[in-house]
């Protein structure tokens, strides 16, 4: 009997950092663990760089924001976009205000998460991109909220739109379930 609760002990306290499946140094308070049909994404948020913006997208997951949120603009060799829970067209977002930006010298290299806005610097409020290649002429000039750490295979199956529409994809994929890696299930 005593055997048996220890394996169930174990079984308990071992399972939330198998499912987590972080990599080594990765704070699970700031991992966002974003799933879609063609695999999981792991992305470690930078709230040293950008505080508010990081914030804003654990709030967001929190409240179930972005399920089922359309990768909506996706430019192959540039960016993939998604965060737009509310339309899912791109010209949607959150109840929340807007966040003023909070711009640093990180670099737009493959794999940063960077926060879309309108043409006003302080217009960023749910939506993002993940960058598939270095793009130098968003520095300094775009909000970098994070990194993917784990997934880039995945980013790169996502479906693209046409070049002659700036990217608009039709029948879009997914974000299935985005959530914080402490607190997932």
Same mark, same amino acid.
């Given at each position: 009997m005593i055997?048996?609760f220890a394996v169930v002990a174990?079984?308990?306290c071992?399972?939330?950092v198998l499912?987590? &499946?972080?990599?080594?140094?990765v704070?699970?308070q &700031?991992?966002?663990?974003l799933? *879609?049909? /063609?695999g999981?994404?792991?992305?470690?948020l930078?709230?040293? %760089?950008?505080?508010? /913006?990081a914030e804003?997208?654990k +709030?967001?997951s929190?409240? !179930?924001?972005y #399920?089922n949120?359309?990768f909506?603009?996706?430019?192959?060799?540039?960016m993939?976009?998604t965060?737009?829970g509310?339309?899912?067209d791109g @010209?949607?977002k959150?109840? /929340?205000p807007? %966040?003023p930006?909070e711009?640093s010298s990180?670099?737009?290299?493959?794999?940063?998460v960077g926060?879309a806005?309108?043409?006003n610097? &302080?217009?960023?409020?749910?939506?993002f991109?993940? +960058?598939?290649?270095?793009? *130098?002429? %968003? #520095?300094?000039?775009?909000t970098?909220v994070?990194e993917v $750490?784990?997934g880039?295979?995945?980013v790169d199956?996502?479906?693209? !739109?046409?070049?002659e529409h #700036?990217?608009?994809? @039709?029948?879009p994929d997914?974000i $299935?379930? +985005?959530?914080?890696?402490?607190?997932a299930h």
């Open positions: 055997r048996i174990a079984l308990v071992v399972a939330p499912a987590q &499946n972080l990599p080594a140094g704070d699970p &700031n991992a966002i663990l799933d *879609t049909k /063609h999981r994404i792991v992305i470690r930078r709230p040293d %760089l950008a505080p508010q /913006h804003r997208i +709030m967001l929190r409240e !179930g924001f #399920n949120a359309p909506h603009r996706v430019i192959g060799g540039f993939a976009q965060g737009d509310a339309r899912g @010209t949607g959150s109840k /929340h807007d %966040l930006a711009f990180a670099p737009f290299a493959r794999g940063v926060m806005r309108s043409q610097p &302080n217009s960023a409020n749910a939506q991109f993940i +960058m598939f290649a270095p793009a *130098t002429h %968003l #520095n300094g000039q775009y970098v994070g $750490v784990s880039m295979d995945a199956k996502l479906k693209k !739109g046409p070049p #700036n990217g608009a994809v @039709t029948d997914r $299935v379930r +985005m959530q914080i890696a402490a607190g």
